[in-house]
């Protein structure tokens, strides 16, 4: 219950103050790599 009233407030001031933000509860850190580096025209490297 306190992380949700949390979370809420940090999106409202995210929203208010234009910071992008990734709700990333539902994805894997594989997806939310893949839709950072999309979003930002990034390419992975691989080594």
């Known amino acids: 219950r ?3 009233m949390e979370l ?3 999106e ?3 929203k208010k103050e234009k ?3 990734v709700n990333t ?4 850190v594989e997806e ?3 839709k950072i580096l999309a979003e930002k025209g990034l ?3 691989k080594y």
């Open 25 to 28: 509860t539902k994805f894997s």
């Open 2 to 4: 306190q992380c949700r």
């Open 12 to 14: 409202k001031l995210y």
């Open 19 to 21: 910071l992008p933000y």
């Open 32 to 34: 939310i790599t893949a």
């Open 43 to 45: 390419q992975r490297h």
């Open 8 to 10: 809420r407030e940090v």
